[in-house]
């Protein structure tokens, strides 16, 4: 069965590494998978979106807000398509992020050197979004798991890929549903 799989988090905890590991992976291990990314900055709205995350525009909180919203939205025949096709979708990042942004300080994440360029990557601004973060994660209609970005490339990869196999199992078992339906 084809299955979605998101990693949302924080800014610079390695989600993009980990995602296109985890799709590889599961290709190698013969699984039809592929990569989506949000925001997709090849569209209209994510080139807006882009040009502001770069700090080259500056744009109202609130239709910031819309963008996003809309830039998921705009994905959104795509995915079904891919989910027909029986394609298992790994996204870095989706709604939840948009969410978090919208309303841990990581250390390791400030020492890298393109960390701070783009407007949401400032310590108190993350904090924020982390706070959120843990209070989407009371949403018991969403089966979050919490993977350690803490460790190792490959310890995080191994942990993901465990978690993703186990859904991948079950996911055959259930119809997948639709989020905030």
Not at 15 to 22: A, D
Not at 134 to 157: F, G, P
Request: hydrophobic residues 40%; proline residues 2%; negative net charge.
């Amino acid at each position: 069965g084809c299955l979605r799989r998101v990693l949302e988090g924080m800014d610079c905890p390695r989600k993009s590494t980990q995602s296109r590991k985890l799709v590889d992976v599961l290709c190698a291990l013969g699984h039809r998978a592929e990569l989506l990314c949000f925001p997709e900055r090849s569209t209209e709205t994510g080139k807006l979106l882009s040009s502001y995350l770069e700090k080259k525009s500056d744009l109202e909180d609130h239709s910031v807000h819309l963008l996003f919203s809309a830039n998921h939205w705009e994905q959104v025949p795509l995915i079904k398509e891919k989910f027909s096709q029986g394609v298992t979708l790994v996204m870095d990042r989706y709604a939840f992020s948009g969410v978090a942004f919208s309303g841990l300080q990581l250390v390791d994440a400030a020492k890298r050197s393109a960390f701070g360029h783009e407007c949401y990557e400032n310590g108190a601004f993350q904090e924020r979004a982390l706070q959120c973060f843990h209070q989407l994660m009371r949403d018991t209609t969403v089966n979050w798991k919490m993977v350690d970005a803490s460790k190792s490339i490959e310890a995080v990869h191994e942990d993901i890929l465990v978690l993703s196999e186990d859904a991948i199992r079950t996911a055959t078992e259930k119809p997948l549903g639709e989020l905030w339906k």
